[in-house]
């Protein structure tokens, strides 16, 4: 888990890639804490999305719509050579 600093020293070896981090605000395994860590081990481009109430791995299941266009709008931002059309 975060506590044992891997999840950091990983996220530094990929690093200038965009990485998108979503965050369960209440989570026990990897708390917002560890977050900003790995966030610091990449450098400035990371992207942060917290998800309040949101227990580990739970993000989906509390807010389905937001995490959908969290992803989504990821993937636009540093994936697609031409947009789609809005849904």
Same mark, same amino acid.
């Given at each position: ?8 020293? /990983?996220?530094?070896? $990929?690093?200038? +890639? *965009?990485? %998108? %981090? ?10 917002? #804490?560890? $977050? @900003? /860590? ?7 481009? @990371? ?6 109430? #949101? ?7 509390? @807010? *389905?719509?937001?995490?959908?266009? +969290?992803?989504?709008?990821?993937? @636009? %931002?540093?994936? #697609?050579? /031409? +947009?789609?059309?809005? /849904?």
């Amino acid at each position: 888990a975060c506590a044992s600093g891997a999840p950091a020293r /990983e996220a530094a070896t $990929i690093s200038p +890639r *965009p990485v %998108l %981090l979503v965050a369960d605000e209440e989570d026990e395994l990897c708390p917002p #804490a560890g $977050i @900003d /860590e790995i966030a610091r081990s990449v450098g400035p481009s @990371d992207t942060i999305r917290r998800v309040p109430g #949101a227990r580990h791995i739970m993000a989906r299941a509390v @807010d *389905p719509g937001g995490y959908r266009r +969290r992803i989504v709008g990821f993937f @636009d %931002l540093h994936l #697609a050579t /031409e +947009r789609r059309p809005a /849904e």
